[in-house]
């Protein structure tokens, strides 16, 4: 009797553990810290946006945010996302100066506010004088490629670059981390990945077999296929054309900006192209990889039969953006049928945060139901 009782409460607890967790918990916790269990740091410019990232990344289920009044150290506007296997925090201390709070995975957030004496310095993509803040969010929004802004004021320090607005650029598509050839595994991207286009026509991909273009790199990344490389020129505004190598079992994506002249020269295994704007690129994502992992930012991992099946769970899934599946022939037989579920995180992230006398910064309103004036 005295071990089924313990077996009931045990139970008990864990299902009392899982609906916690499951729950949309928008209470902030001001001056609480939840120490311990980090999974990253990532700069924030307040709770709310701190609060949001840890709702998009595939692990976190809580966070701690230092927020401007800290006064220990210079770690202003760090954001701490968080894990424990029990979806709760080990423990709470009252700490000045931060604030923690739960992720929002059942929530809909949107990022509505704007930031004063403020800025989100880098990954702009252009600029342009605007007569207030309010006109650069809305100059943000209705650009398809703006996550966030900057604006500088009247009352700004440097006389020539006030008024302007710095229209900044994020990923919007999964930027898989960590590519790897391996025998025996398959990966690809969920078919319900939402890819934001203006177009229902569909793109004629242009490639380049056996060239490299030369220079004028722009940014390193990686890619599954010629196919994601290609999406991830299409959707960065600076991106002119790419080269993607596909030698030695590397998987680099070379984006390259320079809208004067595109040289080119025979090089074997590398595939170059021009970017598709403005209509459908999805043909990738429908592309399974043989031999191919992607390792890391895994939500969680279930055991089936086939890479199939893998793909549907991860289309079904609302949270999997892509998957790895570990044949049944693998050579670790721990891993064997094992589907691993994975997510980046897409939402708007500025690359730091800094204080800016006369400066405003904000996102976005595309996400929010009032965002278009």
């Known amino acids: 009797r005295m071990r089924a009782c313990f077996i009931l409460v045990a139970l008990f607890s864990l299902c009392v553990s899982l609906s916690i967790s499951a729950e949309c918990v928008r209470e902030l916790l001001e001056n609480v810290d939840f120490p311990g269990t980090d999974l990253t740091q990532l700069y924030s410019p307040d709770v709310n946006h701190c609060q949001l990232l840890c709702t998009k990344h595939p692990s976190c289920l809580f966070f701690t945010f230092v927020r401007a009044d800290w006064t220990?150290?210079?770690?202003?506007?760090?954001?701490?996302?968080?894990?424990?296997?029990?979806g709760q925090p080990n423990s709470q201390s009252p700490v000045l100066g931060v604030t923690s709070g739960y992720s929002l995975k059942p929530c809909d957030p949107c990022l509505s506010q704007v930031y004063q004496n403020m800025d989100f310095p880098g990954a702009d993509y252009r600029s342009l004088f605007t007569a207030d803040y309010e006109e650069c969010q809305r100059a943000c929004t209705n650009d398809p490629f703006c996550q966030f802004f900057t604006f500088v004021s009247g009352t700004y320090t440097e006389k020539p670059t006030r008024y302007k607005c710095y229209l900044k650029f994020s990923w919007t598509i999964p930027v898989i981390p960590n590519i790897?050839?391996?025998p025996m595994v398959v990966s690809g991207f969920?078919?319900?990945l939402n890819i934001a286009t203006n177009s229902d026509r569909v793109c004629q991909p242009k490639f380049f077999p056996n060239t490299n273009i030369q220079g004028n790199d722009m940014e390193a990344l990686l890619a599954g296929s010629a196919e994601h490389c290609l999406s991830l020129c299409s959707a960065h505004p600076r991106c002119t054309y790419f080269s993607y190598v596909t030698s030695d079992g590397r998987f680099h994506c070379y984006l390259k900006n320079n809208p004067?002249?595109?040289?080119t020269e025979a090089m074997d295994d590398v595939i170059s192209g021009i970017p598709a704007r403005f209509c459908q690129l999805d043909n990738w994502l429908k592309t399974a990889l043989e031999g191919v992992d992607f390792p890391g930012m895994d939500i969680r991992y279930v055991m089936l039969d086939d890479p199939e099946t893998c793909q549907t769970t991860c289309s079904q899934d609302p949270h999997c953006q892509y998957y790895t599946y570990v044949s049944e022939n693998f050579q670790s037989s721990m891993?064997?049928?094992r589907c691993y579920l994975k997510r980046f995180i897409t939402m708007p992230m500025p690359p730091k945060v800094t204080k800016v006398a006369n400066a405003v910064c904000g996102f976005s309103l595309r996400n929010c139901q009032t965002g278009l004036k």
């Open 260 to 263: 004067d002249q595109m040289m």
């Open 180 to 182: 790897v050839a391996r």
């Open 72 to 86: 220990r150290d210079n770690r202003h506007f760090y954001c701490y996302l968080k894990s424990t296997p029990s």
């Open 190 to 192: 969920s078919h319900s």
């Open 335 to 337: 891993y064997r049928r």
